[in-house]
């Protein structure tokens, strides 16, 4: 999944997981986790996570290394983030011999993002999230599934929100013409209602449901 922060990729992602089965793997919710756990991963990341930047290449490429498995299919959110780390997926998807099916550009408009992510509760255990406008929980601050609280990211505030966008410009949006000259770029117009999003993803992976 590519696209910028606040596009609906963990949504998506999870929700393909629920109906197809294929694991999610978010490099952001496995940072945040090592953040809660303080590992020495978690507390080299914060400084960086903490106002917008990304975490270097080679802290994520070795990450990134321990999470995949050969075996079933999974859904990446949030990686490869640049060019280093796609050139560093090939190659771990070269060993596991599991060729990569697709890359979904979530095409998005600036204004509407930057609405998104100052609206968005987030469940800090699962990674669900919420929109407090369009896709508000039953209880305000309180997540449908397990009954804890939600939050209200940190790099959610909107200074850390433009510095995010500003990244995702530099560092990232070139790897839309990486997977295109590669030929696996499929794109989907994001800010559409969110099922309307997961069945066009599903229509464009050729997806089966989970039995
Ligand atoms: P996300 O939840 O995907 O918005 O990620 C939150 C933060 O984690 C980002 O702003 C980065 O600081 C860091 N991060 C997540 N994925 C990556 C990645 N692939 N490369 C570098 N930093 C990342």
Not at 86 to 110: H, K, M, N, W, Y
Not at 183 to 189: C, E, F, I, K, N
């Amino acid at each position: 999944m590519l696209g910028p922060p606040g596009a609906g990729k963990g949504t998506q992602a999870r929700l393909l997981q629920e109906r197809y089965g294929a694991r999610q793997i978010s490099t952001g919710d496995i940072l945040r986790r090592h953040r809660e756990q303080g590992t020495e991963l978690g507390v080299r990341a914060r400084e960086y996570m903490d106002r917008g930047a990304l975490v270097p290449d080679s802290l994520i490429i070795e990450m990134m290394a321990g999470e995949l498995h050969g075996g079933s299919g999974f859904i990446l959110d949030g990686f490869p983030r640049t060019v280093a780390q796609a050139d560093a997926l090939d190659g771990l998807l070269e060993r596991l011999e599991q060729p990569l099916t697709a890359v979904i550009l979530f095409e998005s408009d600036r204004d509407q993002l930057v609405r998104r992510l100052s609206s968005r509760w987030t469940n800090p255990r699962s990674g669900r999230t919420y929109n407090a406008q369009s896709d508000p929980p039953r209880v305000a601050g309180i997540d449908d599934q397990d009954g804890g609280e939600l939050i209200q990211r940190p790099d959610d505030q909107p200074a850390t929100v433009q510095k995010r966008l500003a990244v995702y410009d530099e560092q990232t949006a070139p790897l839309i013409d990486y997977y295109r000259d590669h030929g696996y770029l499929a794109a989907v117009d994001a800010m559409r209602p969110i099922d309307d999003v997961a069945a066009e993803i599903a229509r464009l992976l050729g997806a089966r449901p989970a039995a």
